[in-house]
């Protein structure tokens, strides 16, 4: 975000003017669209109001914007001639479409982590940058240059990579495959997006967990499917809880996080996946399976994916680096029946003609590296390290206020606030102390429960960060 040189000899509030004049100009702000309000652009560039009000008195004397009273500060329609210019009236166009935007408090957390980067962050899903294995990728990609020609690839993806990781897949996660059942992705997330659009329709019902990572993804919603809840408890779904959708609802899929859960870090029990696979093959209902934190696990072997038991062809399974490596080279995958997969790159290649082949080529050469059995070792130790240090802070500054159950594994570890408090009153005030978390109703859950991430923070920054929502929670529960 553009903030004005302090360092100049131009005063602060012509810098303002001359870079909304700018923005008007190239129509970023349209004849007659509203401008911040005075105290918020104040805020977003580190500036006195006063100084916002000089820039908007600047503006306003060469006619550019108009302010009424109750109405804000617009862009003059009449300022470039006589005659107002008729303009796409690109807010009617921003609110529409099919696609929606994503929801409030994602976007407030977003706004709040552009707007201030020293905000500690325990809101954002990925590896922090000591978590993730930078060297041992550097190194791979000057010893393996790409030079094969860059044109467009198999729009499954690059085969060297769907190779390496049908090997990865029996050796780490005991799925036997082959390269033609795997698709590569830009992640989890474009993995679902296909799946919602091309494999189901407007009207359709499907069965998410409840709470779950997929009601933070509007996607469900803009493909018009109809969501129904699986409530989750220390054990995972209860399977005949999808029986019972079947019947009311004609359900036609299930999705599933079920080894270290998101938002809630459970692992689904052995018992429940037979009974998941028996009302599964009863009903000829498919499950799609997203899988990103396995590998994770802290103490013994990491828990084996639905798929490995798959003998009837029930499971699409979905794979990410994002969660183990780096979320940047935006490699995922999926293991699907041949005919799902040629249909999903149909539409995959009618979209972007596939992923940039320079990360699928990356990735391939890291997975079959001497690198990525230490890295997954090291990055189990450290983030046990770095949710310990959370439990710590958690116990020490609220140990009467929230209560949790330790995940063994995965990112996040996910709360209950035993006082009542208003969601969006609580971020803000987090937000104010110089700390930002999910809210835990943006997993469909009701309020009163949070997410944090605690892979994200710097390990320093662990308990600081707590102490601050500690405060913000003790001043909503005072006043």
């Not at 104040?42 to 006619?63: D, Y």
């Not at 037979?274 to 499950?287: C, E, H, N």
């Not at 293991?335 to 699928?360: K, N, W, Y």
């Not at 102390?433 to 944090?452: E, I, L, N």
Request: net charge positive; proline share 6%; glycine share 6%.
């Amino acid at each position: 975000m553009w903030k004005p040189d302090r360092q100049s000899k131009k005063p602060l509030y012509e810098q303002i003017s001359d870079h909304l004049e700018r923005r008007i100009s190239y129509g970023e702000f349209p004849p007659g669209s509203l401008l911040p309000s005075e105290r918020k652009l104040a805020e977003q560039l580190g500036v006195n109001r006063s100084t916002v009000i000089m820039a908007f008195a600047e503006l306003r004397s060469m006619g550019i914007i108009e302010s009424r009273t109750g109405s804000g500060t617009r862009v003059s329609r009449t300022k470039w001639g006589a005659m107002p210019k008729h303009t796409p009236n690109w807010s009617r166009y921003a609110e529409g479409g099919s696609f929606l935007p994503n929801l409030p408090f994602m976007r407030r957390i977003r706004e709040a982590l552009n707007q201030h980067p020293s905000l500690i962050d325990f809101a954002s899903g990925e590896l922090s940058a000591d978590l993730a294995p930078s060297d041992e990728i550097t190194t791979l990609m000057n010893e393996h240059r790409y030079t094969s020609h860059l044109g467009y690839d198999n729009p499954q993806g690059y085969i060297p990579l769907r190779q390496a990781l049908v090997s990865y897949l029996d050796k780490y996660r005991g799925i036997q495959t082959t390269e033609s059942s795997v698709m590569i992705t830009s992640g989890s997330q474009q993995s679902l997006y296909l799946i919602t659009q091309c494999l189901l329709s407007p009207g359709d019902a499907v069965a998410i967990e409840d709470p779950s990572y997929c009601y933070s993804l509007p996607m469900f919603q803009s493909a018009g499917l109809r969501l129904f809840r699986l409530p989750v408890d220390q054990h995972g779904i209860c399977p005949e809880d999808i029986r019972s959708l079947y019947k009311k609802h004609r359900i036609k899929m299930v999705f599933m996080n079920p080894n270290f859960q998101n938002p809630t870090g459970t692992v689904f029990s052995i018992e429940r996946r037979k009974q998941l696979f028996d009302v599964a093959s009863k009903l000829g209902l498919p499950i799609v399976e997203d899988d990103p934190f396995s590998l994770t696990a802290f103490e013994g072997a990491a828990p084996k994916p639905l798929k490995s038991m798959d003998s009837n062809g029930s499971i699409l399974y979905i794979g990410s680096f994002s969660k183990i490596a780096a979320s940047g080279l935006r490699i995922g995958w999926m293991v699907a029946p041949h005919s799902i997969v040629e249909r999903l790159a149909d539409a995959r290649q009618q979209m972007d003609f596939g992923l940039s082949v320079i990360p699928q080529s990356v990735a391939a050469q890291f997975i079959k590296s001497s690198y990525f059995h230490p890295h997954l070792e090291r990055l189990q130790i450290q983030l046990q390290f770095k949710r310990d240090l959370l439990i710590e802070s958690l116990q020490k500054e609220l140990p009467d206020l929230v209560k949790f159950i330790t995940p063994q594994g995965g990112l996040h570890l996910w709360c209950k606030l035993l006082h009542e408090v208003h969601d969006g009153k609580l971020l803000e005030e987090a937000i104010k102390r110089g700390v930002v978390f999910v809210p835990g109703s943006v997993y469909g859950s009701d309020s009163g429960f949070v997410r944090f991430t605690f892979a994200r923070p710097k390990t320093e920054e662990i308990a600081v960060g707590i102490s601050r929502f500690a405060e913000a929670l003790r001043a909503l529960i005072v006043s």
